[in-house]
């Protein structure tokens, strides 16, 4: 079993920055991917940024550029640095671990990211 609990969401004003975190806790030895998801409200959940183990990273197009996925495998904590946040961008993020093992992805339970003047 993996845990993760994220923190780090809140309301900022268009342009501005968050950092959200995702630490893990429990088997995190059989983790390799973690990626955040965000769901706006109507909307379906979308896959944000991705990360191997080895820190290979990949973005959904309408996020390059802006924001920057990152881990730190000693701390077992997942990032995402937002800057030059957007309206758009407004949306419940989750982080997610994908277990090598029982080819299993773990969720937390989201933070809410309110992006509004």
């Known amino acids: 079993q993996v845990q993760l609990v994220e923190s780090g969401g809140g309301s900022v004003q268009p342009g501005g920055s968050l950092r959200l975190s995702c630490a893990a806790s429990?088997?995190?030895?059989?983790?390799?991917?973690m990626d955040w998801y965000r769901q706006a409200p109507g909307k379906e959940r979308e896959l944000v940024a991705t990360?191997?183990?080895?820190?290979?990273?990949s973005y959904t197009n309408t996020v390059k550029g802006r924001f920057t996925i990152s881990r730190d495998n000693a701390k077992n904590t997942l990032y995402l640095q937002m800057n030059s946040l957007k309206p758009e961008d407004t949306a419940v993020y989750y982080c997610?671990?994908?277990?090598?093992?029982?080819?299993?992805?773990?969720w937390g339970q989201g933070t809410h990211v309110t992006v509004s003047s």
């Open positions: 997610t671990a994908y277990d090598v093992v029982t080819k299993h992805q773990y």
């Open positions: 429990g088997n995190i030895f059989v983790i390799n991917a």
């Open positions: 990360i191997s183990r080895s820190g290979t990273t």
